[in-house]
């Protein structure tokens, strides 16, 4: 009876290897993911001046200016770019 019971409860707290929760395997490390997959991806960046799109990486490490109108898009941080506060961008689908 007390086995069962201990059972049921490390059953309880067990996740599902087969069938992970999409919402953990996110915050989780890139690495150490069931699947593992890269947290960077292809943005559209519409420029404030002339409305143009241009599309960059998202930890783009150099300086990254729109073809039309020379205005600064964004710059590199060491990691994501920080974005112009003026743009707006969107996150390409694979």
């Known amino acids: ?22 919402e953990n395997q996110k915050a989780q490390n890139k690495l150490k993911r069931l699947i593992p997959s890269p947290n960077s991806y292809f943005m559209d960046v519409k420029c404030p001046g002339c409305l143009s799109l241009t599309t960059i990486f998202s930890h783009s490490q150099t300086l ?5 109108c020379t205005t600064l898009l964004c710059e590199p941080t060491g990691g994501k770019v920080r974005l ?7 996150q390409k689908n694979n």
């Open 64 to 68: 990254i200016k729109c073809e039309k």
């Open 1 to 22: 009876n007390i086995l069962s019971f201990n059972f049921f409860i490390m059953m309880k707290n067990f996740e599902d290897m087969n069938f992970p929760n999409q």
């Open 84 to 90: 112009n506060q003026a743009c707006l961008y969107y």
